[in-house]
T-cell receptor, first 114, second 110 residues
Framework: KAGVTQTPRYLIKTRGQQVTLSCSPISGHRSVSWYQQTPGQGLQFLFEYFSETQRNKGNFPGRFSGRQFSNSRSEMNVSTLELGDSALYLC?????????????FGSGTRLTVV | GIQVEQSPPDLILQEGANSTLRCNFSDSVNNLQWFHQNPWGQLINLFYIPSGTKQNGRLSATTVATERYSLLYISSSQTTDSGVYFCAVEIMEYGNKLVFGAGTILRVKS
């Protein structure tokens, strides 16, 4: 079966702009979560969506937002970009812990803010 | 919140050697996964192992949930094993999320 698809793979944006990243989960997976990876902070949880509802949110400013559509695809948006938002953004899908296989991650979107 | 600690932070091996990576966590967890991050950044799922022992080829993992630790064994290492290994524990409160350790950077030399 197809894996988790993230688009785009690479992105360069200017400070102050906004960006939207997309994630298509594995077919049948209803939980989608997002993570930010930076050299200084490691892998940090951003938020989780399940059946179009945000169930959990990490400790990030309100500039970071997301949504999930009825087909389980998810988008995350970062507004008013700052240099510190440069990171690898990873999306994961799961059956919400019921399938015994855990989380499957996409290839990520590498965002550079200049 | 829960703390996840991995050791060692760095490891250099000669090809063919064996190694053990450790993951300690500070509280009870719903499950634990081991990942290998490839050079392109993707996290590859190695094991989903909330408890017990699992093996997959040259890799095996053991989680002792009551003592809050997990071990990842790599036998007969190959250069393709190089990369960063992460353990992550799942927290289920107000939804699900993974809390990651800082990772172990493994370099296998030929």
């Amino acid at each position: 079966k197809a894996g988790v698809t993230q688009t785009p793979r690479y992105l360069i944006k200017t400070r102050g702009q906004q960006v939207t990243l997309s994630c298509s989960p594995i077919s049948g997976h209803r939980s989608v979560s997002w993570y930010q990876q930076t050299p200084g902070q490691g892998l940090q949880f951003l938020f989780e969506y399940f059946s179009e509802t945000q169930r959990n949110k990490g400790n990030f400013p309100g500039r970071f937002s997301g949504r999930q559509f009825s087909n389980s695809r998810s988008e995350m948006n970062v507004s008013t970009l700052e240099l510190g938002d440069s990171a690898l953004y990873l999306c994961a899908s799961s059956l919400a812990g019921t399938d015994g296989h855990g989380y499957t991650f996409g290839s990520g979107t590498r965002l550079t803010v200049v | 919140g829960i703390q996840v600690e991995q050791s060692p932070p760095d490891l250099i091996l000669q090809e063919g050697a064996n190694s053990t990576l450790r993951c300690n966590f500070s509280d009870s967890v719903n499950n634990l996964q081991w990942f290998h991050q490839n050079p392109w950044g993707q996290l590859i799922n190695l094991f989903y192992i909330p408890s017990g022992t699992k093996q997959n080829g040259r890799l095996s993992a053991t989680t002792v949930a009551t003592e809050r630790y997990s071990l990842l064994y790599i036998s007969s290492s190959q250069t393709t094993d190089s990369g960063v290994y992460f353990c992550a524990v799942e927290i289920m409160e107000y939804g699900n999320k993974l809390v990651f350790g800082a990772g172990t950077i493994l370099r296998v030399k030929s």
